[in-house]
């Protein structure tokens, strides 16, 4: 019998798993990655393992993840699916099958698209968790639920999206989540075949974008100290300004996403929530000057960023506006006033996925807030190796 999703099962209070089967899949034995487990999101096809990405919608059908298939034969034993914000169009965690829980509060969203993932690391259930990053899906997650996380640069040879079902193809990254970046970097470095070390901060040019009214008081305080942190170790810190992005971000991942889920679209009724289908509607909309003038917008902002590291080795963002907010909540407190969620969160994080760069997500001091160390493109190790010096107290 072909196993199909289901509502979750009392044993899954946080709503996490998408499907778990009996037994795992077992890794190589004597790989690098032996003795660690991780969760898949439900967006990455598993032979044998249904895929739904957790909407009751009809979705392509991707074929077999080439990252699966690696990190099996990398020694690493695949648990189970995890459950996502909706075809990951969103970034709170909720879905056709009752949205994923915070793992700490349950009055609060996990953050998303990669809800299950961060849950699942949060609560201990595997060593590190594949998840997907179109606008900051691996990353805020991360922050609102205490762990870290890791976009690579775009394209990057490790870290495939073969066989993964596509959001926007232009701004899909797959990426880890782990409860420490010591896990992330020993993944990273089992696929590339170079470990990965620490890199000491003195003497780095550290740009710091903080965008003013932003954020709330709490986040700015903990960037704040995690800047301290980084000066007292020999980094020179100056601010930054970039602009807002969604001009760009928005019609691209919307008009690419409505193309992805067109046969869906057909129907009347096609099974997707509300918010959901009236974004891919939106997305149908958009005609193709539309779209030209998006990407030209990208290419503006990538000059821009550009310019940027020129002058700074790294860059340290915010990486939410806030603290997780309550299920429902569609608007947030922030400095300059009630802004809606969405806007609040995407225009920090979407940024470095439109533009391909690797970002490592980090959790601060301050419970459920987060930071992004960002890097220059193709400079993963080096950032991996940063993080690492962090968490080793260097």
């Known amino acids: 019998m072909t196993p199909t999703a289901s509502d979750p099962p009392t044993s899954d209070p946080h709503r996490a798993w998408a499907y778990r089967p009996a037994t795992p899949l077992a890794g190589a034995p004597g790989g690098p990655l032996s003795g660690l487990s991780f969760s898949v999101k439900d967006l990455y096809g598993v032979a044998g393992w249904p895929l739904h990405a957790s909407t009751r919608a009809p979705v392509p059908e991707p074929g077999p993840s080439a990252l699966v298939r690696r990190l099996l034969d990398l020694g690493a034993d695949a648990v189970g699916k995890t459950h996502l914000h909706e075809i990951a169009l969103g970034i709170t965690g909720a879905n056709g099958f009752g949205g994923t829980l915070h793992p700490s509060d349950p009055r609060r969203v996990p953050g998303g698209s990669s809800s299950g993932a961060a849950v699942s690391v949060a609560l201990g259930q595997v060593d590190f968790a594949l998840g997907t990053d179109t606008g900051g899906s691996i990353r805020v997650p991360a922050a609102w639920c205490g762990v870290a996380g890791f976009k690579p640069t775009k394209g990057h040879p490790a870290w495939s999206l073969e066989g993964v079902l596509p959001l926007s193809p232009t701004c899909d990254h797959a990426g880890p989540l782990a409860r420490d970046v010591k896990t992330i970097a020993r993944v990273h470095g089992a696929l590339t075949g170079q470990e ?198 260097r």
């Open 196 to 393: 990965v070390g620490a890199q000491p901060w003195d003497g780095l040019r550290v740009g710091v974008w903080m965008p003013e009214g932003w954020t709330d008081g709490t986040v700015e305080q903990a960037v704040d100290s995690f800047a301290a942190a980084l000066t007292s170790r020999g980094a020179t810190l100056s601010p930054v300004a970039f602009p807002e992005v969604l001009d760009a971000y928005s019609p691209i991942v919307l008009g690419e996403a409505a193309r992805v889920h067109a046969q869906a679209l057909e129907l009347n009724d096609p099974g997707f929530l509300p918010f959901t289908l009236a974004a891919l509607r939106q997305g149908q909309a958009l005609g193709d000057a539309d779209l030209q003038t998006a990407f030209a917008r990208r290419e503006e902002y990538r000059a821009v960023l550009g310019d940027l590291f020129r002058s700074f080795d790294v860059l340290l963002a915010p990486t939410v506006p806030t603290p997780p907010p309550l299920i429902g909540q569609d608007e947030v407190e922030i400095g300059e006033g009630r802004t809606p969620l969405r806007r609040a969160v995407l225009r920090i994080t979407a940024p470095f996925s439109l533009l391909g760069v690797p970002v490592l997500a980090l959790p601060t001091g301050t419970p459920s807030v987060g930071v992004q160390l960002v890097g220059r493109p193709g400079e993963d190790d080096r950032l991996l190796g940063l993080g690492l010096a962090l968490e080793e107290g």
